[in-house]
């Protein structure tokens, strides 16, 4: 009696449902190392399946050469039926003085791909882990607007880490995370503001991205 209850206690295991296989995600970004290495670095963080959220750059930095690729990988991915086309599929650049940032969201929009931007760069996602702030960063002499966003980075990135910010920091998604919520209450708050003034320097879009990523450990 007792091998027979193990037995059923065995087999009702083995029926568990598997877990329903979440969506199929493309993120295409302009940045061949900061915006991967942060996808790639909260994918392996979270949990999540690199098979089913891929995440690639390797196209430039110029806006319309991710959205051209995020259409081409669509396409193909659309070869292999239902099992491998991508359900959402994103693309990840910043305003910072591309001539093509207008035409290349207007593009990515008749193709149901959505844009995940940054004004004026990506890092000022990072900036919002530390601080609240809605001052423009304008371009001065040599320096380009990017690059004050990340000098004013740089002044907490020193505090909290004891070193000069880099592109290619190694997991940077792990080492800012105790300060992820912040990140997302002060992005959200500075899109609010950017969505009511027309005034878009500096905002971003990235908490949507991660707040979604985040959310397909629950689906």
């Given at each position: 009696m007792m091998r027979s209850s193990k037995r059923k206690q065995l087999k009702l295991e083995r029926k568990q449902p598997s877990r329903k296989p979440y969506d199929r995600v493309l993120i295409v970004t302009e940045g061949e190392k900061t915006e991967p290495n942060y996808f790639?670095?909260?994918i392996k963080d979270e949990g999540l399946s690199s098979a089913n959220v891929v995440v690639t750059g390797d196209c430039g930095c110029d806006p319309t050469s991710v959205v051209n690729q995020a259409i081409k990988l669509f396409k193909e991915s659309k070869k292999g039926g239902s099992s491998t086309i991508y359900n959402r599929v994103f693309c990840v650049f910043d305003r910072d003085g591309h001539a093509n940032f207008?035409?290349?969201i207007n593009k990515?929009?008749?193709n149901n791909i959505e844009i995940i931007?940054?004004?004026p760069c990506f890092e000022y996602w990072y900036l919002c882990h530390f601080e609240y702030t809605r001052k423009g960063f304008q371009k001065t002499g040599n320096q380009s607007s990017a690059e004050n966003c990340i000098k004013e980075l740089n002044?907490?990135?020193n505090n909290n880490f004891k070193k000069k910010y880099g592109?290619?920091?190694a997991q940077p998604y792990v080492k800012l995370k105790t300060k992820l919520n912040n990140a997302i209450?002060?992005?959200k708050k500075a899109q609010n503001d950017a969505d009511s003034t027309g005034e878009m320097n500096p905002s971003t879009r990235v908490y949507k991205l991660v707040d979604y990523l985040k959310s397909l450990k629950t689906k």
């Open positions: 790639n670095d909260l207008d035409s290349a990515a929009s008749s931007c940054s004004y002044i907490h990135w592109k290619s920091d209450n002060n992005a």
